[in-house]
């Protein structure tokens, strides 16, 4: 089953949308998707390598839309739409010690959020709700997600052909290892 994934994957990585399919999720995942659009990039690099930077970019222009979009969220409808996201998340209970603190860091949270698995939907709410100045969240959005997915997309174009044979030899363990990963991201956002 998880072959007959990776195989489908592969094929919809270099369908002629996959670009506008990468977009969409990239601007969900960045305001209320749980899925990263990692799962989406790197099967679309390694199908095409010659389209690495490309196919970052689209991440990076429609991460950081997305972004501004979970920002709006939190800024105009936190009650409605954004209160009850972190609620899921188990995060509705820290809020209001968590916005007194929030601002005093900047803009590092965005960037720590940017880059690493923690998910960048609870930052991108939680700059708006605490009232973090938009171009600060802006312009560290724009460094972070474009440090995550370049760094990706550079690794995949350099070393994409062993990458890809490894992860083919070892399909089974890759899936294992990737919910792991996901599962704990889950895991450390709603317990800290």
């Given at each position: 089953m998880i072959r007959r994934l990776y195989d489908w994957t592969m094929a919809q990585a270099d369908h002629p949308r996959a670009l506008w399919v990468l977009a969409f999720v990239s601007f969900i995942e960045s305001s209320v998707f749980?899925?990263?659009?990692?799962?989406?990039?790197?099967?679309?690099?390694?199908?095409?390598?010659?389209r690495a930077w490309l196919i970052a970019g689209v991440a990076l222009v429609s991460s950081v839309l997305g972004g501004v979009?979970?920002?709006?969220?939190?800024?105009?409808?936190?009650?409605?739409?954004?209160?009850?996201i972190l609620a899921a998340m188990g995060k509705a209970d820290a809020m209001a010690e968590f916005n007194t603190r929030f601002?005093?860091?900047?803009f590092w949270p965005v960037l720590i959020a940017g880059m690493t698995p923690f998910p960048y939907k609870v930052i991108t709410i939680m700059s708006g709700w605490t009232g973090l100045p938009l171009t600060t969240f802006i312009v560290s959005s724009i460094i972070a997600r474009g440090l995550r997915f370049f760094i990706v997309a550079a690794l995949l174009?350099?070393?994409?052909?062993?990458?890809?044979?490894f992860i083919?030899?070892?399909?089974?363990?890759?899936f294992v290892l990737f919910?792991?990963?996901?599962?704990?991201g889950f895991y450390v956002v709603r317990f800290l």
């Amino acid at each position: 089953m998880i072959r007959r994934l990776y195989d489908w994957t592969m094929a919809q990585a270099d369908h002629p949308r996959a670009l506008w399919v990468l977009a969409f999720v990239s601007f969900i995942e960045s305001s209320v998707f749980p899925i990263p659009p990692d799962v989406l990039m790197i099967p679309m690099i390694l199908a095409r390598p010659s389209r690495a930077w490309l196919i970052a970019g689209v991440a990076l222009v429609s991460s950081v839309l997305g972004g501004v979009l979970g920002y709006a969220i939190g800024a105009f409808a936190y009650e409605q739409v954004g209160q009850p996201i972190l609620a899921a998340m188990g995060k509705a209970d820290a809020m209001a010690e968590f916005n007194t603190r929030f601002n005093d860091f900047g803009f590092w949270p965005v960037l720590i959020a940017g880059m690493t698995p923690f998910p960048y939907k609870v930052i991108t709410i939680m700059s708006g709700w605490t009232g973090l100045p938009l171009t600060t969240f802006i312009v560290s959005s724009i460094i972070a997600r474009g440090l995550r997915f370049f760094i990706v997309a550079a690794l995949l174009w350099k070393f994409g052909a062993p990458i890809r044979d490894f992860i083919e030899r070892r399909l089974g363990l890759m899936f294992v290892l990737f919910l792991v990963i996901l599962i704990g991201g889950f895991y450390v956002v709603r317990f800290l």
